[in-house]
């Protein structure tokens, strides 16, 4: 069954005149099957002792690297097994989760320790109206229905709250 919905989600997207790319086919499956009581993730962290979700909504590249600092950071802390971190962007800062992001090597880098970075769909369409298409993201890049709802999921489940 999930290999037939793999073939026919290319198809759809381009009947409802959708951007759709193989390489972000699992990307997509979160949001899909975002379920607010048990939150999904990228990069499970079973043995985590701490959690942080951190806000990225400003479109400034200072900014965006202040955010991905304070993850390495924490990951060098605590080490890469022992913290489990989520980065969400939404408004302008989901500028920093573009394809061409300045950005796009330490999001490569961090999303390899274990560093996951989700990207608002709400923001993708407001993106979509002005652009005339989705917005392309990096390949590291899971989208959600709505930052700040990830924002809130993750905080009622333990998750601490950071905005840099």
Known sequence: MRKKISLLLPALCLLLGLSFS???AENWSFFKSFNYEKPQFLHPHPFAT???VL???QGSPARWNLVLNNAANMLKYFGSANVQIVIV?????????LKDSPMAARIQS???????????HNTMLNFKRKLGHL???????????GG??????????????IKP
């Open 22 to 24: 193989p390489a972000h």
């Open 50 to 52: 701490a959690h942080a």
């Open 55 to 57: 806000q990225v909504s």
């Open 89 to 97: 962007a939404y408004g302008p800062g989901l500028k920093m989760l």
């Open 110 to 120: 961090l999303n390899a320790e274990g560093v996951e970075f989700d990207a608002c």
């Open 135 to 145: 917005p392309k993201l990096v390949d590291q890049a899971v989208v959600v229905p």
């Open 148 to 161: 700040i709802v990830r924002i809130m999921q993750l905080q009622a489940h333990g998750f601490r709250y």
